[in-house]
């Protein structure tokens, strides 16, 4: 059995070291063997230009990056957390994946959200599975507005993932329409830590920004049930044991299996107008 966390709480905006210790404080003695954060969760969410981005970015290797792999490594626990990431003089909305054995890869988020495509670059790191260094447990990882396109969670069920990590900063309710089916459609447990909390910001012409993010933070299991959730605003670490084994056999009666039954011959999943 895995140990399954998701951490859900209000990162303070550009307070880098503020957030930090408060991830540190909420995970203080915790038994678990994946912990997943929410999105953007050392800087806060509302980034509004290139150069904004680019300041409150850091370097993988970098000093957010040595903080969660010795946080991982004390732990002894995988941890998946966003965080803006620099590389030369560009920035991504990206998520780490520290492993208990000090290594750090990270996941640079595919289709991005709304004011988000103003400062940052689409990801161009690809999807992919992380294998659990101490337990028999395959993690793919993807972001927040990824559970719109099905393609991205399917790609990493069909690269084995067992659990899918979502670390997210989601502003609508809509998620919830859709994610379950996440989880179902691809028999994988799904877990999506989101930020609680309202962000604002002045824009250049004088107007406010204030974005309220949902919290409802929750772990599905293979069959798009809720394990575990959390409310709208509290601040909350959730942990549930689940069978990662269990996600394996794809099959749901003696007839059909989810992904032998495929036809990839039939599906149009390139470009648009592609016939
Ligand atoms: C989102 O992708 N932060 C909604």
């Not at 560009?90 to 709304?114: D, W």
């Amino acid at each position: 059995m895995v140990e399954l966390s998701i951490v859900q709480f209000t990162p303070g905006w550009n307070v880098k070291q503020q957030n930090l210790q408060h991830i540190k404080a909420l995970l203080r003695n915790i038994k678990t063997d994946i912990i997943v954060l929410p999105e953007f969760c050392t800087t806060g969410y509302s980034f509004l230009s290139k150069e904004e981005a680019l300041n409150a970015s850091e370097p993988s290797p970098g000093d957010t990056t040595q903080f969660f792999s010795a946080l991982s490594v004390e732990l002894q626990a995988m941890i998946i957390a966003g965080f803006a990431e620099k590389d030369g003089d560009l920035t991504y909305n990206s998520a780490l994946i520290a492993l208990p054995t000090g290594q750090v890869k990270v996941y640079r988020k595919t289709h991005l959200f709304y004011k988000e495509k103003l400062c940052f670059e689409p990801g161009n790191s690809g999807f992919f599975v992380v294998d659990h260094p101490i337990k028999d447990c395959r993690v793919g990882i993807m972001v927040c507005n990824d559970w719109r396109y099905p393609e991205a969670a399917r790609s990493l069920a069909l690269m084995g993932a067992d659990i899918i990590a979502c670390p997210s900063n989601l502003v609508s309710t809509l998620w919830g329409v859709a994610t379950p089916a996440r989880a179902l459609e691809n028999k994988v447990y799904l877990a999506i830590a989101n930020r609680c909390g309202t962000e604002k910001r002045f824009l250049e012409d004088g107007t406010e920004q204030s974005l309220t993010f949902n919290g409802g933070s929750v772990i599905y299991d293979f069959n798009g049930s809720p394990l575990i959730y959390a409310g709208k605003d509290e601040e909350i670490v959730l942990s549930v044991s689940i069978d990662p084994l269990l996600t394996r056999d794809k099959s749901f009666n003696s007839y059909n299996d989810l992904f032998q039954d495929r036809r990839p011959d039939l599906y149009k999943l390139g470009c648009l107008n592609n016939g």
